[in-house]
């Protein structure tokens, strides 16, 4: 962004904290300590062609957080390099309902959820990109638990875990993944696409593709889960 805001590692970047309809545009956000962003308890902001970068927490949420009932649009915005030393290296989300749309996250690492952790959430992330994320744990790109977030028209693609390279869904997950390309993930013990255990999510009209693990399910792996799949490719695992 055109525009730089820098902590030098003395907290979040910006904090939105109870505000209302604010709107930021144009924003390189670099140099947090405890996050990029954190946007709990806020409702209406929208954050527009933002660079999210070189962020970290030790705590949940690299990049954003959002906590608390939010209603934050991020639109167009690059979320990368940021880290965290427990969930959510791009995005960390709890009990909130966020619109990511035509952004990318990218090269974040975490514990689990690499690019992206949702519990309890019902977020949407339309027409993104998550690739090249990388967790100790489980969900590479995308760890979903307890939650009805929806991916549509995304690219999944060359993240990497122990568990659930791509995505990782568990515990009464009921989140819908759709149109999506699901490609190039890797898990070092299972699901090296997707991850489900304990969940019920819908997948549908999904390319699963040239995705791998070391030990079971290159493409899929189910544990205890009663996934609705239509219409999905799978080719190549």
Not at 70 to 99: A, D, P, Q, R
Not at 148 to 171: K, P
Not at 194 to 205: F, Q, R, V, Y
Request: proline residues 1%; glycine residues 16%.
């Amino acid at each position: 962004g055109s525009t730089i805001l820098n902590a030098e590692q003395t907290g979040p970047v910006v904090d939105t904290g109870k505000s209302h309809f604010s709107r930021m545009a144009d924003l390189t956000i670099t140099g947090g300590s405890q996050g990029g962003i954190n946007c709990s308890s806020n409702t209406g902001s929208m954050f527009n062609t933002c660079l999210i970068t070189g962020n970290q927490n030790d705590y949940a949420g690299g990049g954003v957080i959002c906590n608390s009932h939010t209603t934050t649009v991020f639109e167009n915005c690059v979320i990368s390099s940021n880290t965290t030393s427990e969930s959510g290296g791009g995005v960390y989300s709890s009990l909130s309902g966020n619109l990511f749309t035509n952004c990318e996250i990218y090269n974040n690492t975490s514990e689990t959820g690499g690019g992206v952790y949702s519990g309890r959430s019902h977020m949407i992330f339309r027409d993104c990109i998550i690739r090249d994320n990388e967790t100790e744990i489980t969900g590479g790109g995308v760890t979903l638990w307890r939650s009805t977030t929806q991916l549509v028209n995304c690219v999944i693609e060359d993240n990497v875990s122990d568990c659930g390279g791509g995505i990782r869904l568990t515990i009464d997950d009921r989140s819908k993944v759709t149109n999506c390309i699901i490609r190039g993930n890797h898990a070092i013990s299972e699901g090296g696409g997707i991850n489900c255990e304990g969940s019920e999510p819908a997948l549908t009209n999904n390319l699963i593709i040239g995705n791998s693990s070391g030990v079971t399910g290159g493409g899929f792996h189910f544990r205890y889960a009663s996934p609705v799949i239509t219409n999905c490719t799978v080719s190549s695992n």
